[in-house]
């Protein structure tokens, strides 16, 4: 598979390209004036295995989702107005992944694919699109990433938001690990911590954590304090922000935090989405605070001396929302769609993995449970096999990863990706293919001339389908 151009490239591509049609240009000056105005590192490269290095422990993981962040929302991605210099670094220092997805087009099936290491319809609570109740969460009894690396000699933390189940019967305490800090609901109004259901929604453990600080500022406090910690053995902390998830309230936004808490305990249970404000000025502001929070995480391994052996990955839970800058992909959160599961997605891990590259690798998040638990010398639980494919040997060896089909279903909608070849029927009931090295934004419909091809997917897409649970 081949990318012609960067990813990171498009959005001065699109700049560029419009600026020379408008002069008139001709195709080869349209394409010169594109590539031109491209931000693109000129020193990325593509990926390649790194030559056999020392031998190196096991990685310390720290993996951080952001939550809601569009594929395209930050400027290593092609983002025109959001700058994000601190996850630009980490990109230029590891691996920046252009066809990355997320295991589901929503916060909480995303989460289960993530710690299952498996498809979100093979647990009832993965059927939750999302989770908005106490009726079904993550059951202590299936085996987790964490409870995996735990059982190997890992120690296991989970920061900020959880939403894969409520309490009394679901929390990451009973779920593999040692320590939770955060919110176990979707969402939180950022300083009173009042949830969806207007009840108060941070915790330690299980009991309840009194700071009316703005969360994100808590979160990375948390963390790098976890980070910077003198462990006695390999780590694992998942780092979940709730940034820039609604509602569009950044650091120092207290009187509009005042008025929606008002709203919020006058039982107005719609404030909290925020249908009234925001703006795209809002959203950058959350999005680089996200990017200034993750650097002081990253400041705090590195004062800590395990830099070199820890392995950080950066992603979104799923696609961009209404502020999202998405160009060129179609769609957004809660659409299979690109723009609904396409995500940026970094890995970096200096012992073992060379910076400053870029793969166009399609990937989606089971494919990191696999591989962190492969790397981190843990076995999946026979019982509950993985839907996703360990990337350990491709990152440390160069080892081919064989095509295989990434496999996503929501309720009205359905997406099958096998090579640069995606199948797709969304809510109208129309079964389309596109080819996504040629058409990322999935407008020219190949199903009409790929009749056998547009067969063989849907049947694939269908057989995946038949072994999991009913909604």
């Known amino acids: 598979?081949?990318?012609?151009?960067?990813?990171?490239?498009?959005?001065?591509?699109?700049?560029?390209?419009?600026?020379?049609?408008?002069?008139?240009?001709?195709?080869?000056?349209?394409?010169?004036?594109?590539?031109?105005?491209s931000p693109a590192d000129p020193q990325e490269r593509p990926f390649r295995a790194a030559h056999p290095r020392r031998h190196s422990p096991r990685p310390n993981i720290l993996f951080i989702l952001g939550d809601d962040l569009g594929w395209a929302d930050l400027s290593s991605y092609g983002s025109p107005h959001i700058r994000t210099p601190h996850l630009d670094r980490l990109a230029r220092q590891g691996v920046r992944f252009t066809d990355?997805?997320?295991?589901?087009?929503?916060?909480?099936?995303?989460?289960?694919?993530?710690?299952?290491?498996?498809?979100?319809?093979?647990?009832?609570?993965?059927?939750?699109?999302?989770i908005a109740d106490k009726s079904v969460g993550l059951e202590p009894t299936h085996p987790t990433l964490a409870s995996l690396l735990r059982d190997s000699g890992y120690a296991t933390a989970l920061i900020g938001k959880w939403h894969c189940g409520y309490l009394p019967d679901y929390s990451p305490t009973k779920s593999g690990w040692d320590e939770f800090f955060g919110n176990f609901g979707g969402a939180l109004e950022y300083y009173s911590?009042?949830?969806?259901?207007?009840?108060?929604?941070?915790?330690?453990?299980?009991?309840?954590?009194?700071?009316?600080?703005?969360?994100?500022?808590?979160?990375?406090?948390?963390?790098?304090?976890?980070?910077?910690?003198d462990h006695d053995k390999p780590w694992l902390l998942n780092l979940n922000f709730t940034t820039p998830h609604w509602p569009w309230i950044a650091d120092g936004d207290k009187e509009t935090s005042d008025e929606m808490v008002r709203r919020i305990k006058a039982g107005d249970r719609s404030a909290l989405w925020h249908q009234d404000g925001g703006s795209v000025e809002k959203y950058k502001e959350m999005v680089e605070d996200l990017d200034r929070s993750i650097g002081q995480v990253l400041d705090a391994l590195k004062r800590s001396g395990r830099e070199q052996d820890t392995l950080v990955f950066f992603a979104s839970d799923n696609g961009g929302e209404r502020f999202s800058y998405n160009w060129p992909l179609s769609g957004n959160k809660g659409s299979l769609q690109e723009g609904g599961i396409r995500v940026p997605a970094i890995l970096r891990w200096p012992a073992r993995i060379d910076g400053g590259q870029v793969s166009d690798l399609p990937?989606?998040?089971?494919?990191?449970?696999?591989?962190?638990?492969?790397?981190?010398?843990?076995?999946?639980?026979?019982?509950?096999?993985?839907?996703?494919?360990?990337?350990?040997?491709?990152?440390?060896?160069?080892?081919?990863?064989?095509?295989?089909?990434?496999?996503?279903?929501?309720?009205?909608?359905?997406?099958?990706?096998?090579?640069d070849w995606k199948y797709y029927r969304g809510k109208s009931g129309r079964d389309q293919l596109f080819h996504l090295s040629e058409d990322s934004r999935e407008q020219a419909d190949r199903a009409p001339f790929e009749q056998a091809r547009l067969a063989d997917l849907r049947t694939a897409w269908e057989r995946i389908d038949a072994g999991l649970l009913r909604y």
């Open 363 to 419: 990937v989606f998040t089971p494919d990191w449970t696999a591989t962190l638990l492969d790397l981190a010398g843990a076995r999946p639980h026979p019982a509950y096999p993985l839907d996703g494919t360990s990337l350990a040997g491709h990152l440390l060896r160069g080892a081919e990863v064989p095509e295989r089909d990434l496999f996503w279903r929501v309720r009205g909608e359905r997406a099958l990706r096998r090579g």
């Open 100 to 130: 990355a997805y997320s295991g589901s087009a929503t916060c909480s099936p995303t989460r289960f694919s993530l710690y299952t290491g498996r498809y979100p319809g093979r647990t009832k609570g993965g059927l939750a699109e999302p």
């Open 1 to 37: 598979m081949s990318t012609p151009l960067s990813r990171r490239a498009l959005g001065g591509v699109a700049a560029g390209a419009a600026a020379a049609a408008a002069l008139g240009a001709t195709a080869p000056a349209a394409q010169a004036a594109a590539q031109a105005s």
């Open 193 to 229: 911590k009042l949830g969806l259901g207007g009840e108060y929604d941070l915790y330690e453990g299980e009991a309840e954590y009194k700071d009316l600080r703005y969360y994100t500022r808590i979160l990375t406090e948390r963390a790098s304090e976890y980070v910077g910690r």
